[in-house]
Structures are given as structure tokens and as C-alpha cells.
Nanobody, 127 residues
Framework: QVQLVESGGGLVQPGGSLRLSCAASGRIFSINTMGWYRQAPGKERELVAVITSGSSTNYADSNYADSVKGRFTISRDNAKNTVYLQMNSLNAEDTAVYYC????????????????WGQGTQVTVSS
């Protein structure tokens, strides 16, 4: 069983910063992509950022939604099975529940990959 636990959400004033973390545990063979999604009240869940592994263990490629590009930074620590989201210059439109998502190959056969989700952490931007 693979489990993702995230933390770092909270209440912050406009223009402030938060750093989200998400760590995976369990019998993990490898992790392909790591990403962050968010869902605001009455809206569908949307992709915020994703980071992928390349052809070597020290290469990764990051992509961002247009709404957060230049303000948010995604990073990963493969040794800790952890992904981070540094959020700067926050505004009210960033208020949402944030979910981490890993594409994981567990131990076992067939060697398929599955999506796992964190429990969600609330980010509220308000004065």
C-alpha cells in the first residue's frame, strides 16, 4: 500500500508565501511524475504544477499552469520520496484545497503504474 501525506497549508495574507510538502511511504519501486493539483469551492480540480524525471536520476522537467507560472516552484527529493511546492506572491485566487499526486510503480507484477493522491491541505489567502 502506498500512502501520500501532505502538509504546509494554512491562512496567509495576500502577497505572502507558503511551502507545501508531500511525502510517500510504502512499498515503492519507483516514482515517475510528481504533481500538485488544487480545487476551489464549486470548481473542478485543476493541475497546478508537475515535475517529471528524465533519462537520468538527476534530471527533471517542470511545468506549470499559466495562472501560477513565475510565482510557484515545484521541486522533488527522490531520496525522501517527497515533492514540494513553494508558493510566493499569493492572492485570493489561489485559495483552494491542494492535493499532491504521484505516479508510482509499486513492487509486484505486472509492472504497472498507478496514481496516488494526498489527503489535501487547505490554503486560504485572505486579509
Amino acid at each position: 500500500q502506498v500512502q501520500l501525506v501532505e502538509s504546509g497549508g494554512g491562512l496567509v495574507q495576500p502577497g505572502g508565501s507558503l511551502r507545501l510538502s508531500c511525502a510517500a511511504s510504502g512499498r515503492i519501486f519507483s516514482i515517475n511524475t510528481m504533481g500538485w493539483y488544487r480545487q476551489a469551492p464549486g470548481k473542478e480540480r485543476e493541475l497546478v504544477a508537475v515535475i517529471t524525471s528524465g533519462s537520468s536520476t538527476n534530471y527533471a522537467d517542470s511545468n506549470y499552469a499559466d495562472s501560477v507560472k513565475g510565482r510557484f516552484t515545484i521541486s522533488r527529493d527522490n531520496a525522501k520520496n517527497t515533492v514540494y511546492l513553494q508558493m510566493n506572491s499569493l492572492n485570493a485566487e489561489d485559495t483552494a484545497v491542494y492535493y499532491c499526486n504521484f505516479r508510482v510503480r509499486p513492487f509486484g507484477y505486472p509492472p504497472d503504474e498507478y496514481d496516488y493522491w494526498g489527503q489535501g491541505t487547505q490554503v486560504t489567502v485572505s486579509s
